[in-house]
């Protein structure tokens, strides 16, 4: 399964360069079409934080992620909140959420990888 988010354009990024403020187009089931993120990064750059702040399918979504030092390397920590418009049976939104969630980490993972 591919990435479900198709394109990110970037509406602001603070002074190192990282991003504040996103819009992303979403191409996944109950979750479809743009919406607009706004980023917090913690001043340690050990936690970064997520609000929604527009979107037509999904009402709230909060996240984070934590990443905790370990003998062995880093654990990391993710914790998501969503909350759609429309009403949908409990194991429907359960798919979603593990749907953004799979796509989140594998991105993540990816990502930690390509830096070796």
Do not use: C
Not at 40 to 52: F, I, M, R, V
Not at 77 to 96: E, F, H, N, W
């Amino acid at each position: 399964m591919g990435s479900r988010v198709q394109k990110v354009e970037v509406l602001r990024a603070d002074s190192a360069g990282r991003i504040t403020r996103a819009r992303m187009v979403v191409e996944a089931a109950i979750i479809k079409g743009p919406h607009v993120l706004e980023f917090l990064w913690a001043p340690n750059g050990k936690e970064l934080s997520w609000t929604l702040t527009q979107s037509n399918t999904v009402r709230s979504l909060v996240g984070r992620y934590t990443l905790i030092p370990k003998d062995y390397g880093t654990e990391v920590s993710y914790q998501l909140t969503i909350d759609l418009r429309v009403s949908v049976p409990g194991i429907i939104k359960r798919r979603a959420e593990r749907a953004v969630i799979d796509t989140a980490l594998k991105a993540l993972k990816a990502r930690v990888e390509s830096l070796g």
